[in-house]
């Protein structure tokens, strides 16, 4: 059996799309899933891409993905990398290729002199939270998420807009 990594590009749209879903389904989470593919298409590939795509194969064919983009560090004065989304397929669990695709993004996170590689996790989702752990990956309990989408998010904007006077 043979693991590679490697960079998406605009030809991996409908698979990656796919494995949004799918992780969707993992995650119960199916019903949240919005996305028009063409709009994802051009944030991940157009002229100012938001994310980053490495996908992720056994034997050549596509078994995973990750996706990622830039945050920063203001205490450490430097970037990092967050890891949005990462899934293997059920059929390939099992195989090292999350291992793999993680270790690449260790990789990446090295070569552009980033401070940290972090993410979130469901916490129900005991498997992924221990295998993350034998990675060396550490819980952040003292940090809560926090999240202003839809209505709220506008509403907030609007605040903005008018606090400034400009629009949003």
């Given amino acids: ?5 490697r960079f998406a590009t605009p030809d ?4 990656i799309a796919h494995l949004i879903r799918a992780l969707a389904e993992y995650e119960k989470l199916a019903d949240e899933v919005r996305f028009d593919e063409a709009v994802l298409g051009e944030k991940l590939f157009g002229a100012r891409p938001f994310a980053e795509v490495i996908i992720g194969e056994v034997d050549g064919a596509p078994q995973g993905f990750a ?5 920063f560090s203001t205490f450490e004065g430097k970037p990092g990398v967050y890891l949005e989304d990462l899934f293997v397929r059920p059929e390939a669990r099992g195989s090292g290729l999350g291992k793999a ?5 260790a990789a990446i996170a090295v070569e552009r ?3 940290r590689l972090e ?4 916490d129900w989702n005991a498997p992924a939270i221990g295998f993350y752990k034998k990675l060396g990956a550490r819980l952040m309990d003292e940090w809560t998420v ?5 209505a709220a998010l506008v509403q907030l904007g ?4 008018a606090d400034t006077g400009k629009t949003a």
Avoid at 1 to 5: A, C, K
Avoid at 12 to 15: F, H, R, T, V, Y
């Fill in 1 to 5: 059996m043979s693991l590679s990594i």
């Fill in 12 to 15: 991996d749209l409908p698979l």
């Fill in 67 to 71: 996706l990622f983009f830039h945050n």
């Fill in 101 to 105: 695709l993680l270790a690449r993004l």
């Fill in 113 to 115: 002199d980033c401070a």
């Fill in 119 to 122: 993410w979130s996790v469901l």
């Fill in 146 to 150: 926090m999240r202003v989408d839809g």
């Fill in 158 to 161: 609007a605040r903005s807009a």
